[in-house]
T-cell receptor
Framework: KQEVTQIPAALSVPEGENLVLNCSFT??????LQWFRQDPGKGLTSLLL?????REQTSGRLNASLDKSSGRSTLYIAASQPGDSATYLC????????FGAGTRLTVKP | NAGVTQTPKFRILKIGQSMTLQCTQD?????MYWYRQDPGMGLKLIYY???????DKGEVPNGYNVSRSTTEDFPLRLELAAPSQTSVYFC?????????????FGEGSWLTVV
């Protein structure tokens, strides 16, 4: 049974810092891994999708890496801004899609 | 481009009542999902479907039923509402499960059982 864990559960940083969010999963037989952003009271917005054959994906200030053999992914956010404050969720795709509990990020001005 | 549409957005139910959450997608996606999200938690999969006429249980199916008579629609039924079903419900869809297929979410349905 796939288990997805995200560490830390919450993170507070001053504006401008670079930061790393972690995601681990127990079953490495995945099709892809996706990172999402969720604002309070809203749905999920897809940020990055890493296919099982890929090692990383980049979009603007975001970079996500995938090490399938060790069951780990990281989301790197460069030069954080207050607008980055949200909950970040990772999810792994097998036949279904399983989510971690998320990391709640606060970026202080 | 409607994407994934869920209705209703908000609903209050009394214990023991029944209701159906509607979900429709217009992207011709094969895969559809229902998740619930409790406060401060991640998403838990309730049911999913890989195509019309095919459904399967997820992590937390008890107390729910689904059907998939068309590609577009994937309704979620609560038969006897309980306070433990107070949650936010998200419907999602994707074309397939292959490596490059992104999953798209609806905006959520907030359900309170009192």
């Amino acid at each position: 049974k796939q288990e997805v864990t995200q560490i830390p559960a919450a993170l507070s940083v001053p504006e401008g810092e670079n930061l790393v969010l972690n995601c681990s999963f127990t079953d490495s037989a995945i099709y892809n891994l996706q990172w999402f952003r969720q604002d309070p009271g809203k749905g999920l917005t897809s940020l990055l999708l890493i296919q099982s054959s890929q090692r990383e994906q980049t979009s603007g200030r975001l970079n996500a890496s995938l090490d399938k053999s060790s069951g780990r992914s990281t989301l790197y956010i460069a030069a954080s801004q207050p607008g980055d404050s949200a909950t970040y969720l990772c999810a792994v795709r097998q036949n279904d899609m399983r989510f971690g509990a998320g990391t709640r990020l606060t970026v202080k001005p | 481009n409607a994407g994934v549409t869920q209705t209703p957005k908000f609903r209050i139910l009394k214990i023991g009542q029944s209701m159906t959450l509607q979900c429709t997608q217009d992207m011709n996606h094969n895969y559809m999902y229902w998740y619930r999200q409790d406060p401060g938690m991640g998403l838990k999969l309730i049911y999913y479907s890989v195509g019309a006429g095919i459904t399967d249980k997820g992590e937390v199916p008890n107390g729910y039923n689904v059907s998939r008579s068309t590609t577009e629609d994937f309704p979620l039924r609560l038969e006897l509402a309980a306070p433990s079903q107070t949650s936010v419900y998200f419907c999602a869809s994707s074309y397939g499960r292959d490596t490059g297929n992104t999953i798209y979410f609806g905006e959520g349905s907030w359900l309170t059982v009192v």
